[in-house]
């Protein structure tokens, strides 16, 4: 059976919501947050760099939630949470789902991160990020989410940093990135997951 390692508010939600959407059972560890809002020693015995997720899968134990999403599907002959392989959304698909935490994720922290110490955000950094925002409501279609109405695993990863994005006020100048990320959290495997793991974000 998969274990999830879950750290309060973080990005393991993302495989949560996918082993409920799939049906799959799980076993998760829970983990909460230090004061400075670190993961605890418990975890960092578990991953050297404090990951959050971690899955293991009998001897395999894997992070970084792109790379543990596809796995899953993987194991699972899952083939409802992407577009048609070989498909020109299928590629689309990857990109967004690579792009969530190779770009979109830096500019997301440069913004969060001094919110959360209370502190001025810069403009330069507003700035990326509505370019950001922009690029994905340019990708977005007129109604629904990335690629339809159900989620895909680019939805699914987008989730985590749009719900931190949406605590700290940073989403009202993009009324489509709003809209999308409310759609989101309509989708029976988000609210099955915070159910079981809690938000995605603390109140900012």
């Not at 719900?163 to 489509?176: M, Q, S």
């Not at 999308?180 to 609210?191: A, E, F, R, T």
């Amino acid at each position: 059976m998969i274990t999830i390692h879950c750290l309060a508010y973080s990005r393991a939600i993302r495989l949560i919501w996918l082993m409920e959407d799939l049906g799959q059972p799980y076993d998760l560890v829970r983990y909460d947050r230090t004061d400075a809002f670190r993961a605890p020693q418990a975890l960092r015995d578990v991953h050297p760099l404090g990951k959050s997720p971690v899955i293991e899968d009998g001897d395999l134990r894997l992070a970084e939630s792109a790379s543990c999403l596809r796995y899953l599907t993987r194991k699972f002959d899952d083939h409802t949470h992407t577009p048609d392989p070989g498909s020109a959304a299928f590629a689309q698909h990857e990109e967004m789902l690579d792009y969530v935490e190779s770009s979109f994720a830096a500019a997301c922290m440069r913004v969060l991160l001094p919110a959360m110490k209370g502190e001025e955000v810069a403009e330069k950094a507003r700035d990326t990020l509505q370019m950001h925002l922009g690029y994905i409501a340019q990708s977005l279609p007129d109604h629904g989410l990335l690629f339809g109405d159900a989620a895909t695993l680019a939805d699914i990863q987008m989730s985590y940093l749009l719900a931190n994005l949406a605590a700290g006020g940073f989403l009202a100048e993009t009324p489509r990135v709003a809209t999308y990320w409310n759609d989101l959290q309509k989708q029976p495997g988000y609210i099955a997951a915070t159910n079981v793991a809690g938000p995605m974000a603390p109140d900012l």
